[in-house]
């Protein structure tokens, strides 16, 4: 009885093990902005480039701008992510007014480029995964 407990318990070890082996091979892109009546939505790119099919469960992450946070990202529309796709998962931006407003002072005081990064966790299959995106929204 005790082997056969075992054998389950290391069955599903493994098999939790394969599936975050292959969420962390997921690649988020930031793919474009709307604004939608007063709400600024933002389409992220998740690419499954694995042979499995994969759950998106969530997103949240903090926005900063040259280092400044400048707001949040929130979506929490669960979507599945067919393997050699890419998905688009819709996020809403919840600005963080101080931030934005340093961010806006010092692009227009001292000039330069903005540079965007996004920092923080994804729900696929149930486990967590960092995402952590740059990229260039101003040139300097």
């Known amino acids: 009885m005790d082997k056969g407990l075992l054998l ?3 069955a599903v070890a493994i098999w939790l093990l394969s599936k975050a082996n292959t969420g962390q091979h997921l690649q988020f892109i930031p793919l474009g902005a709307n604004w939608d009546g007063g709400a600024l939505g933002i389409q992220i790119g998740v690419q499954n480039p694995t042979n499995d099919s994969l759950q998106y469960n969530s997103l949240a992450a903090q926005v900063s701008a040259n280092g400044t946070v400048v707001g949040n990202l929130s979506g929490f529309v669960p979507k599945l992510i067919a393997p050699n796709q890419q998905t688009t998962v819709d996020v809403n931006f919840t600005p963080n007014i101080l931030g934005a407003l340093s961010t806006i ?10 540079r965007i990064g996004i920092n923080g966790t994804a729900n696929v299959n149930g486990i967590s995964l960092p995402v952590e995106l740059t990229f260039q929204a101003v040139p300097a």
């Open 8 to 10: 389950i318990g290391g």
């Open 105 to 114: 002072f010092n692009q227009v005081t001292h000039g330069g480029g903005v």
